[in-house]
Nanobody, 120 residues
Framework: VQLQASGGGLVQHGGSLRLSCAASGRTVSMYNMAWFRQAPGKEREFVAAITWSGGRTAYADSVNGRFTISRDNAESTVYLQMNSLKSEDTAVYFC??????????????WGQGTQVTVSS
């Protein structure tokens, strides 16, 4: 599975961005998909996950109510809609595919990351 993340950029505090992760290769619809993020000097952390069917989602407490994860299996793409962005959301965002849920080590496939910068 190859994953290509896009949609990052510079946005003002309170603004919105939509990240996309396009998958190719093996049937990605078989896998759970997730977004993680990593800020400078910090460990990679869980942001959101969605099951292969899209029927179940999970969010980190820090983004719950502001971010929404979704997927389109026909297009082999997962999205992360980010609203009410804060400076602490600044990080490189990675998409991942695998059989896990919230832990980095549970995901087998990773995209290259896309930078999100929120200015105050």
């Amino acid at each position: 599975v190859q994953l290509q993340a896009s949609g990052g950029g510079l946005v003002q505090h309170g603004g919105s961005l939509r990240l996309s992760c396009a998958a190719s290769g093996r049937t990605v619809s078989m896998y759970n998909m997730a977004w993680f993020r990593q800020a400078p000097g910090k460990e990679r952390e869980f942001v959101a996950a969605i099951t292969w069917s899209g029927g179940r989602t999970a969010y980190a407490d820090s983004v719950n109510g502001r971010f929404t994860i979704s997927r389109d299996n026909a297009e082999s793409t997962v999205y992360l809609q980010m609203n009410s962005l804060k400076s602490e959301d600044t990080a490189v965002y990675f998409c991942a595919a695998g059989t896990g849920w919230k832990l980095v080590r549970e995901y087998e496939y990773w995209g290259q990351g896309t930078q999100v910068t929120v200015s105050s």
